[in-house]
């Protein structure tokens, strides 16, 4: 019988300063998701302008999705990791230095989230593929799911701390979330060692094998594709600054309630699911679910006919569990 226990793992120096660089950072993620959302509301009153935060981070990072992976397998994967936390550490500075003098202008705002956009799109597989260099074959499960309950924590407290400290000032918000960056590079800085495929000859060709693969296995193409256009044609949450503000007439402390409900709800299921795995029927089960968050996202979009339930902000949470 195997003598690990979960926390036996914090005994390996690289995956406790892994795991702790990379809560730091989704913390921080969470925190500026919140607060740049509320303030481009706040300076423009414009949904197109809400429209642009999420576009500006979607397009460098669907146009670099597919290099980033051939940049992983390429360069140190360390090294991937400390140079975009240096990048968002820089994004989090300059938010900070714009909140501070009281720039009037979400152009350089925008700048940001294109940085941001960019450097996720390298940061994502480089430390999604550096947990198995890290652990053992035997730990790797139990590494998984502690990486899995520390992101979990940092989606589900980062919105809702993000939105109560924007309402004492948004300084106060991208100052936390830069030294939450600079203690994550910090903490993958005293990571020791390289990480990265010795002798692997990578090429142009291999950017495409995974798409290859995906349309090559259509049970994971279908449920990739349901996933992606529920999200894509039921998801409200770049509108969520504009159903706080007009609609349920909270401040940014709902604002990041709001953000965090989803997660809450995720962490709900996948504890369930821990102790109950789904075992047949996973096809229309999917379904359900996915039929679940179009009723939740229509019970979350409060109308001018029904007055009473307009203004129930714990109501819309709910939905958003």
């Not at 593929?129 to 899995?148: K, Y």
């Amino acid at each position: 019988m195997s003598k690990l226990n979960g926390w036996s793992l914090f005994q390996n120096r690289n995956f406790a300063m892994f795991l702790a660089a990379r809560f730091c950072a989704s913390l921080a993620t969470m925190m500026l998701g919140v607060a740049i959302g509320w303030q481009v509301y706040a300076m423009t009153r414009s949904t197109f302008a809400l429209g642009m935060v999420g576009l500006a981070q979607f397009l460098p990072a669907l146009a670099f999705a597919l290099p980033g992976g051939l940049v992983a397998d390429k360069i140190d994967r360390r090294l991937i990791i400390l140079t975009v936390l240096g990048g968002e550490l820089f994004a989090a500075a300059v938010l900070l230095v714009l909140a501070v003098s009281h720039s009037s202008s979400v152009y350089p705002i925008f700048a940001v989230l294109v940085l941001l956009g960019t450097g996720r799109s390298f940061v994502a597989p480089a430390s999604q593929s550096l947990l198995p260099f890290i652990v053992t074959a035997e730990e790797f499960p139990r590494a998984v799911a502690w990486h899995s309950t520390a992101f979990q924590c940092a989606t589900i407290v980062g919105p809702a701390l993000g939105g109560f400290m924007y309402a004492v000032g948004p300084s106060w918000v991208y100052g936390t979330a830069s030294l939450l960056l600079l203690g994550a590079v910090l903490f993958t800085f005293l990571m020791q060692g390289q990480w990265k495929i010795d002798g692997a000859s990578v090429g142009l060709q291999d950017i495409f094998t995974g798409v290859t693969f995906v349309f090559a296995h259509k049970n994971i193409l279908g449920a990739i594709s349901l996933d992606l256009f529920a999200v894509l044609f039921g998801g409200a949450t770049a509108l969520l600054p504009v159903f706080a503000t007009e609609i349920l007439h909270t401040g940014p402390w709902g604002l990041g309630l709001l953000r965090s409900a989803p997660a809450a709800g995720a962490a709900l299921v996948a504890l369930w699911l821990a102790h109950y795995p789904l075992s047949r029927n996973t096809g229309k089960k999917m379904f359900c679910g996915v039929a679940l968050f179009g009723f939740s996202t229509i019970a979350f979009a409060p109308s001018q006919p029904i007055s009473c339930y307009q203004h129930s902000f714990w109501l819309c949470w709910v939905a958003r569990i």
